[in-house]
């Protein structure tokens, strides 16, 4: 779709930090006449469709200097950052949404800000307008909830601001808005886009449209960061009802339009219209022309890059291998049915173990072959791959097996950014916050159920009986670590339960190295391993050798990283902006 001049016109600071910037030098945007376009409910959609394309999540986040993957920064995957290194400092910070720019933060929020102001002020029916205007404050929430989970409270724009003169540039000079303010106004606009869109809609031509579930959803993603101990320390039960009431409420929504688990874990991702599951997601085509395709990068990029194009990343650390219950949903070594070792680490475990790690030797249909087997080891000293993990593992998770090679590239996979399972667990921690503990084993035990984990006598799925409100928070947080693995939410966990010090600081994340012993193999292996059990293969043929991938150094995560410094350059070009507490400003990003 082509953008109209009207949204392709010179974007300048709402917020002052940086100066004007010209996006078409050779345009005359003056001669744009705003009122045809909104007075025109095609012409108004086609710019709704923009804010959508700019705005609805791509995949797995980056974040921090390099942008390294969201999943590098926990103990999902691997990857160098001076956040983990914890060498970060003040003047060093660079720019995580707040200098204005077309593709960040503030400059999507201006584009939606613009699209609500001229919106309104054209001819179309009330009814058409709300329901218009609402899709485009859902991304406005969207916006500043990136932004304050990062820093705390940040100037709300909620109009356009004018674009030139000294005049202008001094109105921009706003100063931040209180933490608590920001996610107030954050939830007015959810509110609105859930009083205004449908439950469902009826075209198909309309799927991943806002819907009032959608919205609803993510204001109870919203609501319990709200609540969790990075923004709430002194656990103010207050905090933990509205997150409650939020997610109770995007629950009954969803249900009562027909949302709900998808029966399976891994198919899930390749059901498009009319995934039950599928409450927040971004669509993606498979076309080749380069004018009309939005292809699906995360497929390309996860795979093994001799099964596509390019690949290799998001590939899980020995730490995640690890994590995963056993069958009968126990933790490793807690099972007493299931006996565990490191040897044969794929043995009896939680099913969605199978349908998230790849690994050497199992079965993982890819490229249109149902057969394919992935090896991985060693041999003399030499990978069997044409290009070897870094971690001994690859994530399968959502990447489609029917594609050819040539193929992966332009992957149509939509990408599923809130799922039905997510508000599940949304409402179980929220409920714990509450003290209904009984509605949170409901959620867990639904998870569990799909997941095909053995419910047991007691019909707990591997759950201990009689959990404390502790024990209850860490048993969510372990689910949602197996259940959304890969999914770009680990990171943002440990960080609004501030515990990503506990959990890596002094570790090194490590990789496995799996060697094909040089006695006692059989010298056809190579051409008979694919008809060679599992079992035997590791029991006979294989041994493990562990290896440290944090080579550099051990994780040293700071605790000032849980609200991030204000961008220097953003603090210069607006004098009224006040730095975090956290980095020897005076904003209390708790307040």
């Known amino acids: 779709m082509k953008l109209s001049h009207k949204f392709l016109a010179a ?18 945007l003056s001669s744009t006449n705003g009122a045809l376009i909104f007075n025109d409910s095609t012409l108004t959609q086609m710019n709704l469709d923009y804010i959508y394309d700019q705005n609805l999540p791509a995949g797995i986040s980056s974040l921090g200097p390099g942008n390294p993957s969201v999943t590098t920064l926990s103990d999902e995957s691997f990857g160098e950052s001076k956040l983990l290194e914890g060498t970060l400092l003040v003047n060093e910070v660079g720019d995580f949404g707040t200098k204005l720019d077309a593709t960040n933060n503030y400059g999507k929020i201006r584009v939606i800000n613009m699209f609500l102001n001229d919106v309104n002020g054209g001819s179309l029916p009330r009814f058409t307008k709300n329901k218009l205007r609402a899709q485009a404050q859902f991304f406005r929430a969207w916006r500043y909830f990136d932004l304050v989970r990062l820093y705390g409270g940040v100037p709300m724009v909620l109009t356009p601001l004018a674009a030139v003169g000294v005049e202008a540039r001094d109105q921009a000079f706003l100063p931040r808005n209180t933490t608590a303010e920001s996610f107030a106004l954050i939830v007015k606009d959810l509110d609105s886009t ?14 991943g449209r806002i819907t009032k ?12 960061t709200a609540a969790s101990p990075q923004f709430n320390p002194t656990d103010d039960v207050t905090k933990w009802q509205a997150s409650y009431d939020a997610n109770k409420q995007a629950y009954d929504l969803l249900t009562a339009n027909g949302y709900g688990l998808n029966s399976s874990f891994d198919q899930l991702w390749f059901q498009e219209v009319n995934n039950p599951e599928a409450v927040l997601v971004t669509g993606y085509n498979t076309t080749t022309s380069d004018q009309a395709r939005k292809n699906n990068g995360y497929d390309n990029a996860t795979r093994p890059s001799y099964t596509g194009t390019s690949g290799g990343s998001n590939q899980p650390s020995w730490e995640m291998v690890k994590a995963f219950p056993m069958l009968d949903g126990k933790k490793p070594g807690e099972s007493t049915k299931y006996a565990y070792t490191d040897q044969l680490f794929f043995k009896n475990r939680d099913p969605r173990f199978d349908k998230t790690i790849a690994y050497n030797g199992v079965t993982w249909p890819l490229n249109g072959n149902s057969n394919y087997k992935l090896w991985t080891y060693f041999a003399g000293g030499k990978t069997v791959e044409p290009k070897a993990t870094n971690t001994g593992f690859y994530t399968r998770k959502a990447i489609n097996p029917a594609p050819a090679i040539s193929e992966v590239q332009y992957s149509g996979t939509d990408w599923i950014e809130i799922r039905f399972a997510e508000v599940l667990l949304n409402l179980a921690e929220s409920a714990v916050g509450v003290n209904k503990l009984d509605e949170a084993y409901t959620q867990l035990k639904a998870i569990r159920k799909r ?5 047991g006598t007691d019909g707990l799925y591997g ?13 969510i947080l ?21 515990l990503i010090e506990k959990t890596l600081n002094g570790t090194r994340r490590t990789g496995v ?37 944090d080579t550099k150094y051990a994780v040293n995560w700071k605790p000032e990283y849980y609200f991030f410094a204000i961008p220097q350059s953003a603090i210069d070009n607006n004098p009224k902006l006040i730095q975090n507490t956290t980095w020897g400003g005076t904003f209390d990003p708790l307040k």
């Open 513 to 549: 190295t799996i060697n094909l012993k040089t006695t006692g193999v059989p010298a056809d292996f190579a051409t008979t391993r694919d008809n060679v059990s599992l079992e035997k293969a590791y029991t006979d043929y294989f041994t493990l050798a562990f290896k440290q991938l």
């Open 451 to 455: 997941a095909g984990i053995e419910a």
């Open 213 to 224: 579930g959608s919205a609803a959803a993510f204001k109870g993603r919203v609501l319990l």
């Open 11 to 28: 974007f300048c600071s709402s917020l002052a930090l940086t100066g004007c910037m010209k996006v078409l030098d050779k345009t005359d």
């Open 463 to 475: 759950l201990k009986a009689n959990m404390t409100r502790a024990e209850l928070f860490d048993a």
């Open 478 to 498: 372990y689910e949602r670590q197996i259940e959304f693995a890969f999914e770009g939410k680990r990171f943002w966990d440990l960080r609004r339960w501030k």
């Open 194 to 207: 859930i009083a205004s869109v449908p439950g469902k809609w009826a075209s198909t031509n309309d799927w």
